[in-house]
């Protein structure tokens, strides 16, 4: 008998991480980021030197590496993350890994792996998960499924600002857009669990509302269901 889980899947940039944890926190339920993980393995490969295509080598370090994912109290300050003891928190969100990662969470290997340490996470529930496949592939029986949306501008137009905040060098919103846009297409046309709408996901469109008005509608779904 596990507590409920809540899956929020959607793509990049439409806000799932900030809304997912504010969820948690309203609701007192622990935050899972498994973008985090695919992220982490990305930041190790591309650390260690080893070909994006080395599905072999990128298998053996997803099944013996360790991820720990700590989200910190204040909500304002990044989950921190740690692969191998090393405190990843920063690197994980810089360009080239965001431009690398897709690849590498395309692989049946490394998704197996990070799956399986979805799935412990899960095993008591009382847990918020975001993602691309968490309601139609890691947690099938969530009792609640969000698929969070925004159009590619509004996401665009968020990362920018996202990069603004941590004072990285200015990016173009053209450029966000097309990052954004072609990040989609890998993530919803690869062949292992594809970026989908689960049949029974609730789908939540974000433009031009806000994080506590996103956060209350699902928070409202969520009490409408126990
Ligand atoms: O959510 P975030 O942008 O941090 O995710 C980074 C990448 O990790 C995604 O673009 C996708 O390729 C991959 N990912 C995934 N499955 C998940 C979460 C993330 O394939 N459940």
């Known amino acids: 008998d596990r507590q ?4 929020i899947d959607g793509p990049a940039g439409a806000g799932k991480s900030t809304v997912a944890r504010q969820v948690a926190t309203e609701l007192g339920l622990v935050y899972l980021d498994s973008g985090a993980m695919y ?23 997803a099944n013996q ?51 399986e340490q979805q799935h412990s996470w899960g095993k008591k529930g009382g ?33 920018q600002q996202d990069f603004n905040k941590q004072g990285q060098p200015e990016v173009s919103l053209e450029q966000l857009e097309r990052d954004i846009a072609e990040r989609d297409w890998k993530d919803s046309t690869r062949k292992v669990s594809p970026l989908q709408k ?4 609730i789908e939540v469109k974000t433009d031009g509302l806000n994080v506590s008005e996103v956060t209350a509608q699902i928070v409202n779904h969520y009490q409408q269901r126990l």
């Open 198 to 201: 689960a049949a029974d996901a």
């Open 127 to 159: 847990l918020v998960a975001e993602g691309r496949d968490i309601g139609t592939h890691v947690f099938p029986d969530a009792e609640l499924k969000i698929f969070l949306t925004a159009s590619v501008s509004e996401r665009a137009r968020r990362r």
């Open 39 to 61: 992220r982490a393995i990305t930041w190790l490969v591309l650390q260690k030197g080893i070909a994006i295509d080395d599905e072999c080598a990128i298998a053996e370090l």
């Open 65 to 115: 590496c360790k991820i720990q994912l700590i989200p910190s109290e204040d909500l304002q300050s990044p989950v921190r993350v740690w692969i191998n003891d090393i405190d990843v928190t920063q690197a994980i969100r810089s360009i080239e890994v965001t431009s690398n990662v897709s690849a590498i969470a395309a692989q049946n290997a490394v998704r197996q792996a990070l799956v």
């Open 4 to 7: 409920p889980i809540i899956a």
